[in-house]
């Protein structure tokens, strides 16, 4: 049983895969703030400006990702992991207690820095996740990129979609949600999620795009079933708790491929147990105890010291920059001309849909909607069908 519950063996591998699913569809906290800005507006009584200059504050906390990518090379995942889970908890741990009332509303300034706190806490979880993943899963990095990035944009409406179907979308329960849920999630991702050594054959790999099929398959089935609850109307309290339960579910539902690799292991050990047993019993007893197998083997362990002793002494090498595809330090990829070109595409393009996000909950209200939270959500499923494909389409060209 110890082979099977291996972090090194390929359940321990999966495990790992989706513990990471489960954080990602639980880190997109930084898209909802629609769901609950206009509490935070009337309470502290903020002109909109102010009210804009706090989502510039929890999006700045994402600027600070930096910090995350350089303790990556220097720290291990579950202790990346711990410092997004805490950060995150502490950022919209603070921000609960002042919209339901349990404390008096914080200055200005202060309320800016929790909410940095709770932007910033994401990149933490992204960044051990989608580094330890790719690592794990060297030959399919692109499917892997875009299932983990995919699950992150239906995060959204995950939260949103709970929150509504349980508790009428109530910010304050929403945002202790956004403190509890996802500091709970990195505590069971610490106990499973590690780096593992990749495939290293064709068969593996293939096996690999198997299940990675699977996944993308549940993805696409959860989308669905969240698309269609969030355009069917209002719901009864009986139906939406039945949705909640259905949809727990589905996101367990992963599980089913570790657990298969376990059963599949498990039948293999038992059947190789027996093929020894049954080849000890026919070995004669003096072929075990003969002088010419121990000198064979006392011979082959010579030669085995003389290659590795050889192995280490051509190992000194100078060291060769890293290329495209291969693992780069931070440092490494800010010397590489692609790195900027990246960084400034980044700069440039990706604010316009965050800043949209941002003011869907003013928007909405301005138009008369009572209720906002399903613009959010729609605008979460969107946005997860989009990362899935160019995850798949980019492999492809790729390969």
Not at 41 to 50: D, V
Not at 166 to 195: G, Q
Not at 300 to 321: D, G, H, Q, S, T
């Amino acid at each position: 049983m110890t082979f099977i519950f291996s972090y090194n063996s390929p359940v321990g591998k999966w495990l790992g895969f989706v513990a990471a699913v489960w954080v990602q569809a639980i880190s997109g906290n930084n898209y909802t703030f629609s769901n609950y800005s206009d509490a935070l507006k009337s309470l502290m009584a903020l002109t909109q400006l102010q009210l804009n200059n706090l989502s510039v504050a929890k999006d700045v906390g994402k600027a600070f990702g930096i910090l995350a990518g350089l303790a990556s090379d220097r720290l291990s995942t579950p202790v990346i992991l711990l410092i997004g889970g805490v950060e995150g908890f502490i950022g919209y741990g603070v921000q609960w207690l002042v919209v339901s009332g349990t404390i008096r509303p914080l200055p200005y300034w202060i309320m800016c820095i929790f909410l940095c706190m709770g932007g910033n806490s994401t990149t933490w979880m992204n960044t051990a996740i989608l580094v330890t993943c790719i690592r794990n899963f060297r030959k399919n990095r692109g499917p892997v990129t875009g299932i983990l990035k995919g699950y992150v944009g239906l995060s959204t409406a995950i939260f949103t979609d709970i929150c509504s179907a349980l508790f009428a979308s109530d910010p304050s329960t929403f945002l202790l949600l956004l403190a509890v849920v996802p500091f709970a999630v990195c505590l069971t991702a610490i106990l499973f999620l590690r780096e593992i050594p990749p495939s290293s054959t064709p068969a593996e790999e293939k096996e690999e795009v198997k299940y990675f099929g699977v996944i993308n398959i549940i993805a696409v089935i959860i989308a669905i079933y969240l698309l269609a609850f969030d355009l069917s109307g209002t719901h009864g309290k009986i139906f939406s708790r039945i949705f909640a339960g259905i949809l727990l579910v589905l996101l367990a539902s992963p599980l089913a491929i570790p657990v298969h690799l376990m059963v599949k292991n498990f039948i293999r050990q038992n059947s190789l147990n027996l093929d020894v047993e049954g080849n000890n019993n026919n070995i004669a007893e003096p072929l075990l105890c003969s002088d010419e197998t121990v000198t064979v083997t006392e011979e082959v362990e010579k030669k085995e010291v003389v290659i590795v002793e050889a192995a280490n002494a051509v190992a000194v090498v100078e060291k060769k920059a890293p290329v495209i595809g291969e693992d780069h330090t931070i440092f490494e990829a800010m010397k590489t001309l692609d790195f900027w070109i990246l960084f400034v595409s980044f700069l440039c393009g990706v604010g316009t849909g965050l800043t949209v996000m941002n003011n869907l909950g003013q928007m909405g209200l301005a138009l008369g909607y009572v209720d906002v939270s399903i613009f959010v959500s729609l605008t979460s499923i969107w946005g997860f069908f989009g990362r899935i494909i160019s995850g798949s389409v980019s492999e492809y060209f790729i390969k």
